[in-house]
C-alpha cells in the first residue's frame, strides 16, 4: 500500500507531501473508499475541516493512498457534508466517523496534484462524488412525459428493427412431425420398398430353431 501523504503536512494543511512527482498517480478520477477519518481546525485559521484518507481500490494504482479535506465554510460545509455521506458517513455526531472510517462505502474521487510552499508536489483528493451520472438539474415525471410526446415518434423511428420469434425453435418440430409421418408410413407398407408390417411376420418358436450340438460337433 502506498501512502502519498506520509511525510507531513503542508503550510496551509492541504494535505500531506510527496518527495517527489514521480510517484504520484496520475490526475484523474478513481474509485476509492475511506480508511481514516479525523475532524480537526487548520494551524493558520483555526477553519474546521474534516480530513479523510482514501485508498484507490481498482486499476494499477490500487492500494494507493490520498488525502482529501473537506471545510466548514459558509459556501461549503453542505458540500462537504455530502462527500463524507458518499465516503459512508451514517451518522450526526462529527465525533463518531467509524462508518466513513469502515470503508464499506465507495466514491468517485478526482485526484489533483499541487506544490506545496516548500516546492514538494502531492497528490490529493479535489472531489468526492458518488458513483454514476452526476447531472446539475435532473429531468422531473412531468418533464420525462412532455418529452416523450415531443421526442417519442422520433425513437420509434430509429427502433432496432423486430427479430423473427421462434424461428429456431419450430424447426425441430416440424421435423420430429415428418419423421413420425414417415414411421407410420414404412409401417404400413406404404414406403421404403413397400415392407410389410411388423405384425405380419411368422412366429418364431423352437421347431424353427436349429439342432443344438455338443461341444465335440455330435
Request: net charge neutral; hydrophobic share 35%; with cysteine.
Amino acid at each position: 500500500m502506498t501512502n502519498q501523504n506520509s511525510n507531513g503536512n503542508s503550510g496551509n494543511d492541504g494535505g500531506g507531501e510527496s518527495d517527489g512527482g514521480s510517484s504520484l498517480p496520475p490526475i484523474g478520477k478513481y474509485k476509492v473508499k475511506c480508511v481514516d477519518a479525523v475532524m480537526g481546525n487548520s494551524k493558520e485559521k483555526g477553519s474546521a475541516f474534516c480530513r479523510a484518507q482514501v485508498e484507490i481500490i481498482d486499476g494499477p494504482q490500487a492500494g494507493t493512498l490520498v488525502v482529501w479535506d473537506g471545510w466548514f465554510g459558509d459556501n461549503s460545509a453542505e458540500r462537504t457534508i455530502q462527500s463524507m455521506r458518499y465516503l459512508g458517513w451514517t451518522g450526526n455526531d462529527y465525533g463518531n466517523l467509524s462508518s466513513m472510517k469502515a470503508g464499506k462505502a465507495f466514491a468517485m474521487a478526482t485526484i489533483e496534484h499541487e506544490t506545496s510552499q516548500r516546492g514538494n508536489k502531492f497528490a490529493k483528493v479535489a472531489w468526492i462524488n458518488a458513483i454514476g451520472v452526476q447531472i446539475d438539474k435532473p429531468m422531473g415525471p412531468a418533464e420525462i412525459a412532455s418529452f416523450n410526446q415531443r421526442f417519442g415518434a422520433l425513437a420509434a423511428k430509429h427502433a432496432p428493427a423486430a427479430q423473427p420469434a421462434q424461428t429456431r425453435t419450430q424447426q425441430p418440430a416440424q421435423q420430429r412431425t415428418t419423421q413420425q409421418a414417415q414411421q407410420r408410413a414404412i409401417g404400413n407398407g406404404s414406403a421404403a420398398g413397400d415392407a410389410p408390417p411388423f405384425d405380419d411376420a411368422p412366429p418364431f418358436d423352437d421347431a424353427d430353431a436349429p439342432p443344438q450340438r455338443g461341444k465335440y460337433g455330435r
